[in-house]
């Protein structure tokens, strides 16, 4: 069975500051994909940025960027210039478009809790 | 272009009870996932609706069901509630087809069983 694994319940930032959240996973498909999404308070999860992984370039999005590394099994994620508002709960997420019964489900990790202090 | 709306926002019900859920998904959107919530099993799949079809469903008892209509809104239902079924109800939509684009979410529904 697929697992993800968060091992930073809690993380804190200066704002303007970089800060990056790591992110393990396990699996043994070679195709998936993998997603950081963030949870305020308002609890909405929002998309922050999604990787393919048989795609070796790692995705950016604005501020937001990733250091996937497939052999590792390792999806990183990297804040750059922190902000107030990036203040949420980050939960990593695996995704596996194959067929069977897991097809299209997300298996998210517990969850890192980032601070960006004033 | 409206999001993922879920209704109620708050819910309270007495063990025992049954509760039903509602998920509106982004117009053009066929596929709607439903999530739990809580502090202690963080975030686990309960089933995902196609075109009015369970296409998967996590580890739930059988109290926990839900269905799609044909405009894709979905409902779950949850009966003879228990003290643990309380939690944050998350649903998620997606186009179906592009499953690398991940699902949106709506904002969730928190049931309270006391």
């Known amino acids: 069975a697929q697992t993800v694994t968060q091992s930073q319940p809690e993380m804190s930032v200066q704002e303007a500051e970089t800060v990056t959240l790591s992110c393990t996973y396990d699996?043994?498909?070679?195709?998936?994909?993998l997603f950081w999404y963030k949870q305020p308070p308002s609890r909405q999860m929002i998309l922050v940025i999604r990787?393919?992984?048989?795609?070796?370039q790692n995705a950016t999005e604005n501020r937001f960027s990733v250091n996937f590394q497939k052999a590792a099994k390792s999806f990183s994620l990297k804040i750059s210039d922190s902000q107030l508002g990036d203040t949420a709960m980050y939960f990593c997420?695996?995704?596996?478009?194959?067929?069977?019964?897991?097809?299209?489900?997300?298996?998210f990790g517990k969850g890192t809790k980032l601070s960006v202090k004033p | 272009k409206a999001g993922v709306t879920q209704t109620p926002r708050y819910l309270i019900k007495t063990r025992g009870q049954q509760v039903t859920l509602s998920c509106s998904p982004i117009?053009?959107?066929?596929?709607v996932s439903w999530y739990q919530q809580t502090p202690g099993q963080g975030l686990q799949f309960l089933f995902e609706?196609?075109?009015?079809?369970?296409?998967n469903k996590g580890n739930f008892p059988g109290r926990f069901s839900g269905r799609q209509f044909s405009n894709s809104r979905s409902e779950m239902n949850v009966s003879t509630l228990e003290l643990g079924d309380s939690a944050l109800y998350l649903c998620?939509?997606?186009?179906?087809?592009?499953?690398?684009?991940?699902?949106?979410f709506g904002s969730g529904t928190r049931l309270t069983v006391v």
């Open positions: 998620a939509s997606s186009p179906g087809q592009a499953l690398r684009y991940g699902y949106t």
């Open positions: 699996t043994s498909e070679s195709n998936y994909y």
């Open positions: 990787q393919e992984a048989y795609k070796q």
């Open positions: 997420a695996f995704m596996n478009p194959g067929g069977g019964g897991s097809q299209g489900n997300l298996i």
């Open positions: 117009s053009g959107h066929r596929s």
């Open positions: 609706y196609f075109s009015e079809t369970q296409r």
